[in-house]
C-alpha cells in the first residue's frame, strides 16, 4: 500500500558533467527514508524519484544534493539554486531564456512536466563552481569563452599557483620552493577534498574526489609536492574538457527547444497581437507571416503555403498546405500569410512532445549500459583494494623502498576511475537520440536503439506503411441488371460513418458520381471479413469475396473476374443482400514511391523484409513481389501476433506499423515502430517511431542504430585500453601521477567527443 501513497517529483539539477556526478546524486538521495526509484538523466540533467508522503521532504532532497556541491530546483522552477554558501544572486531571464513550465500529474507520461528550452538549460546554478575542485557546469557560463567560467577561472587560479612556485623555485633555491608547491596544492585540492568528505558521509568512498584527495595529499607525504601541484591542475582542465564535451552533448535537446518561437501574433477581432507562445490555447486564431515559424501544432484555417516541416520531421522539401490541414509547432512558413487555429497547447505540441520523448529515452537504458553500470561498482573498490596492495606488499615482503611503492599505487588510484567506461554508452545514446530527432527517427532509448541494431528481420503492415493508406476505386462491376449507381448507392449506405480506408474509397466514388448513400442502420463489422448494416430495410454486406462466396453474394461468372482483379494487386469487396448479389467493387491502395528502393536498401544491408497484410493472396503477391519482398496474407490481428512470435524465434524482428492498427504485433516485436507525422499514438504508443510518412526511413533508422552500436562499442575499448595500458605502465614506475590524471580525464573526453560524432551522422545515406 505503500508503493501506492507515493508521488512522482521532479527537479532539474545543475553542474553534472560527467557519469560519477550522476551516480554521486543517484546514492545520495536513495538513501534517504521514504525516496524509491530514483533515475537521473545526466544529458537532459533531470532527477525524479517516488517520494513517500511522511518520510523525506523536497526539501530533504534539494539539501543533499546542494551538498554534494551541485545546483537543484524542482523542474520549471525560474532558477536552479545553489549551496548557501556560494550562492550568487538570482539570473534573470532575458527573451531567449524563457522556457514552457507545465504543470504535471502523475498518472500519464505526456503529462510530465517539461522545461523545453527555458529553465532547465538555462537557469542559474553556481553551486559552489568558483571555488577550486571539481567544477561542474554552469549553466549561466553556456556562450562565454572559457576562461570567464567558473572552471575557467579555476584552471587559471590553479595555473598561476602553479607557476607562481616554479617561479619561486626557481629564485629562491632550498626548502622554501618545497613550500611554495605545498601551498598551491593544498589550495587546489582543499575544495576536492571537502566534496570527497561529503560523499563520504552519504555512504561513497570511491568518488574521484575522494581518489583525487588521496592522491594529492599521499604525494605530499611521500615529498612529491611539485607533482601534487601539477595533478590538481591538470585535474581542473580535465575538467573543463568534460564541461564542453557535456554541453555540445545537451546542445541538441536545446537545438529542438528553440525551434518553437517564443511569441505569436495571436488574432481576435481582425486585430493581431502579440501574445507569448505557451499562452496560446486551443481554438485560437493565430496569423503567421512569410517566413515566421509556426508558433502551435494548429490546423490552417485560411491561405495556402510551402510549409518547411525539417524542423519537425526532418522533411527538406517544403510540403504544400491549405485549409483545414494540420501543421506543427517549430514549422517555417516559407511562402504566403497563414491563419491557424491552435489545436494543442504548449504543452502537447509535437517539438515538446519529441524532446520528452528523447529526455525520458534517456531512462531506458540499453542492455549494455545496464551491465557497464554493474561492473563500474565492483570495479572501483578492486582498483583501491589493488593498490592498497601494489602500496604495501613490496616494501613488507621484499623490502622494496616505501616513496616508490606508495607512489606508484597513487597513480593507480587515479587511473582506477571508471568515469570514461560509464559515459561511454550514455553519450553515445544522448548523441544518437539527438541525431535522429533532427530527421524526424525518433527511438525511446539505449534498449531500444541495442534492440534495433541487431534485428535480422522486419515486418511490414501493408496499408498506410507500404502503401499510402489512401486507396481508390479503379473497377465497378454489377450483377446481370443491378445499376452502378444502384450498387454504389447500397455499398456507400453500409460503410456511412466508417474511416476504414476501404470505406472512404468507397464514399468517395459515390460522392464524385453524384450518387447518395441509402439510410442505414445497425451498422457491424464482422472481423476480417466486411461489414454487414440494415439498408433500405433489408441487410446488406460489404464484403471478401470468400464470405460473400459462402453466403452467395457473387454471381458465379464474375468468380474468374475476382480472381484477375486480385492479381493484378487490387482489392475486390463484394456487395450483396440476402440471397441478392449486387456485384464486385475493386480498389488499388498503391505502393509508396519509395518502398521499392527501401527494400533494396534492407536487402543490402542483410535484412529480411516481410509484408503482413490481411488482403488475399493474389493482391499481396503482386504488390510483394513489385517491392521485392516476402509477404504474408488473409492474416487476422491475432495471426499477426503469433506470426511475430514465430519470426522472433530467429533473432531480433522489427514490426513496422501505423501506431493504430496491430498494436498486439507491434508490442511482441523486439522494436515497434509507429509511422506516422507526429501523430499522438505514433508518438506514444511504440518503441520507435518515423515522422514523416517515408518508407525509406526504415533503414535509416537501423543505419542509426548500428552506427550507435558501433559507437559505443569503439567508446568501451577507448575506455578500458587507455586504462589497461596505464595501470600496467603505473605498476612498472614507467608513467607518473601527472600522467595518470591526464589519462583518466582524457580518456572521457575522448569518449565524449567520439560521441559527438553522432551529431554529424546522416543515417539516409548508404554505406
Known sequence: MAMAETTKREWTVSGMDCASCSAKVTKAVERLPGVSDVKVALMSERLTLELEPGASTDEDVEKVVKRLGYGIAPRGAANVSAPPATAKKPHVHGPDCEGHDHDHGHDHDHDHDHDHGGEAVTGKADAGHGSPGHVHDDPADRGKPWYKTSKGRLVLLTGALLTAAWAFKLLVPGDLSYWAFVAACVIGVAPVAKRAFEALRMGQPFTIESLMAVAAIGALFIGAAEEAALVVFLFAVGEVLEGVAAGKARDGIRALANLVPKTALLEVDGKTTEVPAETLQIGQVVLVRPGDRIPADGEIVDGTSGIDESPVTGESVPVTRGPGEAVFAGSINTEAALRVSVTKEAADNTISRIIRLVEEAEEARAPTERFIDRFSRWYMPAIVAVAALVILVPPLAFGQPWDTWVYRGLALLLIGCPCALVISVPASIASSLSSGAKRGLLMKG??????????????????????????????????????????????????????????????????????????????????????????????????????????????????????????????????????????????????????????????????????????????????????????????????????????????????????????????????????????????????????????????????????????????????????????????????????????????????????????????????
Open 446 to 767: 539505449g534498449a531500444v536503439i541495442e534492440a534495433a541494431g541487431g534485428v535480422k528481420r522486419i515486418a511490414f503492415d501493408k496499408t498506410g506503411t507500404l502503401t499510402h493508406g489512401k486507396p481508390k476505386v479503379t473497377e465497378i462491376v454489377p450483377a446481370p441488371g443491378v445499376q452502378e449507381s444502384d450498387l454504389l448507392a447500397v455499398a456507400a449506405g453500409v460503410e456511412a460513418g466508417s474511416s476504414h480506408p476501404l470505406a472512404l474509397a468507397i464514399l468517395n466514388r459515390a460522392e464524385e458520381a453524384g450518387v447518395a448513400p441509402l439510410p442505414a442502420s445497425d451498422a457491424r463489422a464482422i472481423v476480417g471479413k466486411g461489414v454487414e448494416a440494415q439498408v433500405g430495410g433489408a441487410k446488406a454486406w460489404v464484403a471478401s469475396p470468400g464470405f460473400a462466396g459462402d453466403a452467395g453474394g457473387i454471381v458465379a461468372d464474375q468468380a474468374g473476374r475476382v480472381s484477375e482483379m486480385e492479381s493484378e494487386g487490387k482489392t475486390v469487396v463484394a456487395v450483396f443482400r440476402e440471397g441478392e448479389p449486387l456485384g464486385l467493387i475493386a480498389m488499388r491502395d498503391e505502393p509508396r514511391d519509395d518502398a521499392s528502393d527501401a527494400m533494396r536498401q534492407l536487402r543490402d544491408m542483410g535484412i529480411s523484409p516481410v509484408m503482413l497484410t490481411g488482403d488475399n493472396p493474389r493482391t499481396a503477391k503482386a504488390i510483394a513481389e513489385g517491392l521485392g519482398m516476402d509477404y504474408r496474407a488473409e492474416m487476422m490481428p491475432e495471426d499477426k501476433l503469433t506470426t511475430i512470435r514465430e519470426m522472433s524465434a530467429d533473432g531480433g524482428v522489427m514490426m513496422i506499423g501505423d501506431g493504430i492498427n496491430d498494436a498486439p504485433a507491434l508490442k511482441q516485436a523486439s522494436v515497434g515502430v509507429a509511422m506516422g507525422s507526429g501523430t499522438d499514438v505514433a508518438l506514444e504508443t511504440a518503441d520507435a517511431a518515423i515522422l514523416r510518412d517515408r518508407v525509406i526511413d526504415v533503414p535509416a533508422l537501423i543505419r542509426l542504430a548500428r552506427a550507435t552500436m558501433g559507437n559505443i562499442r569503439q567508446n568501451v575499448t577507448i575506455a578500458l585500453g587507455l586504462k589497461a595500458v596505464f595501470l600496467v605502465t603505473s605498476v612498472l614506475g614507467i608513467t607518473g601521477l601527472w600522467l595518470a590524471i591526464l589519462a583518466d580525464t582524457g580518456a572521457t573526453v575522448l569518449v565524449t567527443l567520439n560521441a559527438l560524432r553522432l551529431l554529424g551522422f546522416d543515417p539516409t545515406r548508404e554505406a
